[in-house]
Every structure is written in C-alpha cells, then in structure tokens.
C-alpha cells in the first residue's frame, strides 16, 4: 500500500507541470476584462494629467479625489466635477479606438504597406495602448491569411527596434521573405528602457518574383523626417515607396489615414 501511495504521488509530481489551455471563451473574458481594466486606467492617468496641467501637486490631486468620490461622483481636477462635454469626449475616443475595422479591400495589391499595432511594455502617457488598440503577436501573425496579397508582392513593414524578432515572424507568418530595410531618424527621442529611441525601422521584405527597384530609385537607406502625432509616419515614406515601385496596386494596413487615392487603406482609424 505504501509503494502504490509513493507511486501515485509520483505519477502525480510528474504531471504537475501540465497546465491545460484555456478555452476561447476563456480567452475572449480575460481579454475583454482586461480591456475594461485597460480604459479605466487610462481614464484615471487622464485626469492626473488634467490636475496637472493645472497645477495642483500630488497632495492636492489626491484631496479632491477623495472629495469627489466621496460625494459619489468622478473624480475632478478642481473642487467643480468635469464639464459634461469632457467626459462625452473620453468616452467617444475609447468607443473608436475599440470599433471594428472594416473589412479588407478587394483586390491583388503588390505593394503592402503595414504599421501593426504591437503591444508594448512601455507604459506611461505615450503608451501605445493610449492611442489606438493594439493586438497580439498571433493575432497579427494570422491576420496574413486574410491579406490580399499578389503572388508577387513587396512588403514594406514598420518596426521598433525592440520588436525587430516579433517583426520578422510577422514576416514570415505572412509569407514573405525580408532582405533589407529604411531607417528612420526624428528629430526628437522618446522612451525606452535601456536608450530612449529616436528611430524606427521600415523593414523590406518580398514574396515570389518581385522584381527590385531601377538603379536610380534605390534611395538611401536614412530617412531624415520630424515626428509627429502618436504612431504618424511622414510623408516622405509613400513617396519613397510610389517612386521605387511606380503605378503598382498599393495597400495600407493599420492605415490611420489615406496618403493619396493611389492607396488603398484599411484600419478602424481610418477618417477619424
């Protein structure tokens, strides 16, 4: 009896480290708990933002919450509650960052251009999450199923240079093979955990028999070209892409807005 207990509590201790996977149905709760989490944060860093601005120190900041929570209503930046219009705004900018995309373009475009939503682990009032809603890496990866792609087709990718191994399977989740790439120098650094970047990288990748540029548009490598809002790249890249593959079917993911009608866009910030 002794040895079949020792047996068991081994059988047991050799299986301990099996965790089963959640169900999708796990998944999409935990997501959509965690997005809920996610919004009432970056309402609260807002409003920080808001006392702030308007010169209260911490101890101050956390007086008025105090005060305002307890008269049960939100907290404010003054001893007044947030005007109506304020808090209609934060609301419509979360209801657009979370709305559907709408669906792909139809088509055969040779020329990609994409800008995924990676998730970061910056956090603070530039986090990516701020501004737009961001997906996982297999989310992305699988999103090139859905891409449609020439058989001969270009893609021209953006990359921070902590997501360059993330970037790469993106890559060849898709179906493309990467080669080269642009490098993007700001006139301005942002955050960082070990440096405070000031670049980012355009990565060049092809699929089937995608021919390269004429010799005379294969431009420099550097691209020179101010920052501007939140994930915005400059305009200069799309010229950059029309002049080394002209009068091609050109396609924009992630697009926040459409360079020119040579485009084709598709991102549920499209217009806004």
Known sequence: MVIDDMSENAHMSENAHIIRRPSDEAFAIIRKSARALNDGLRYFRE????????????GEIDYHSKVELEKGGIPSSTSRRWRHDEIKLSEEKLAIMHRDP?????????????????TFEV????????????MTDIEIQ??????????NAILFLWSTQAMIKKALEVIEAWGFEYHSGFVWVKDKFGTGFFVRGQHELLLISTKGKMPHPEQDDRLSSVINAPRGKHSEKPD?????????????????????????????????????
Not at 47 to 58: R, Y
Not at 102 to 118: E, N, S
Not at 242 to 258: I, V
């Open 123 to 134: 956090g603070g009032r530039g986090a990516a999450e701020n501004h737009y809603e961001v």
């Open 236 to 272: 200069i890249v799309y010229e950059i892409i029309e002049r080394m593959y002209p009068n091609r079917e050109y396609l924009e993911l992630f697009a926040r807005r459409r360079f020119s009608d040579k485009w084709a866009v598709w991102g549920n910030q499209v217009g806004i």
């Open 102 to 118: 709408p669906p792909l373009p139809i088509g055969k475009f040779d020329v990609i251009l994409a800008d995924p939503p990676w």
């Open 47 to 58: 409003w920080v933002i808001k006392c702030k601005d308007e010169g209260l120190t911490l």
């Open 142 to 151: 699988n999103l090139g199923n859905k891409i449609p792609t020439a058989d």
